[in-house]
T-cell receptor, first 112, second 110 residues
């Protein structure tokens, strides 16, 4: 059974802090990893994707991938109340054509 | 560009009724997807279409059918709705490995 696991939260951080969101996956052959943000009542929107081990930075967001540990994380620097949302981790199945498996999401709350 | 559009936005059905959820994209992507999202759960893939004329089952296909009418449109049909199909349905279109989502359809089956 292929799985993507996330802590449901809520993860509560003060404004200006670093928020760290974590995700583990079970399929060792997974190649591509995605972070989506979903505001309440809205559709998921893509924040970042990462393919290679290491860090990938985009503005205040950094995605980190460790394939040996089957672990991917998202760091949000200088967190803002507008970052309060559910963050979904998704993994591309290695045996399919662009199908994604999603975790259940971590709810982030940034306190003013 | 509208991206991915879905109709209707909200629907109430009685058990046993049928309906079709519509999805259209103007991004010229080959792949399209239907997901459902239940409270506290992530997105679960119902069906997908890697290209015009092809469709394949995802994780939770039972009770649903799909049609890839052309490159732009991908519809999801519930032939006999059940309360367990109460959910929010998202359509997505994909270019390569990234997927872009429509606004969703909230479906309530009584």
């Amino acid at each position: 059974q292929k799985e993507v696991e996330q802590n449901s939260g809520p993860l509560s951080v003060p404004e200006g802090a670093i928020a760290s969101l974590n995700c583990t996956y079970s399929d060792r052959g997974s190649q591509s990893f995605f972070w989506y943000r979903q505001y309440s009542g809205k559709s998921p929107e893509l924040i970042m994707f990462i393919y290679s081990n290491g860090d990938k930075e985009d503005g205040r967001f950094t995605a980190q991938l460790n394939k040996a540990s089957q672990y991917v994380s998202l760091l949000i620097r200088d967190s803002q109340p507008s970052d309060s949302a559910t963050y979904l981790c998704a993994v591309n199945l290695v045996d399919s054509s662009y199908k994604l498996i999603f975790g259940s999401g971590t709810r982030l709350l940034v306190r003013p | 560009n509208a991206g991915v559009t879905q109709t209707p936005k909200f629907q109430v059905l009685k058990t046993g009724q049928s309906m079709t959820l519509q999805c259209a994209q103007d991004m010229n992507h080959n792949s399209m997807y239907w997901y459902r999202q239940d409270p506290g759960m992530g997105l679960r893939l119902i069906y997908y279409s890697a290209s015009e004329g092809t469709t394949d089952k995802g994780e939770v296909p039972n009770g649903y059918n799909v049609s890839r009418l052309n490159k732009r449109e991908f519809s999801l049909r519930l032939e006999s709705a059940a309360p367990s199909q109460t959910s929010v349905y998202f359509c997505a279109a994909g270019g390569g490995e990234t997927q872009y989502f429509g606004p969703g359809t909230r479906l309530l089956v009584l």
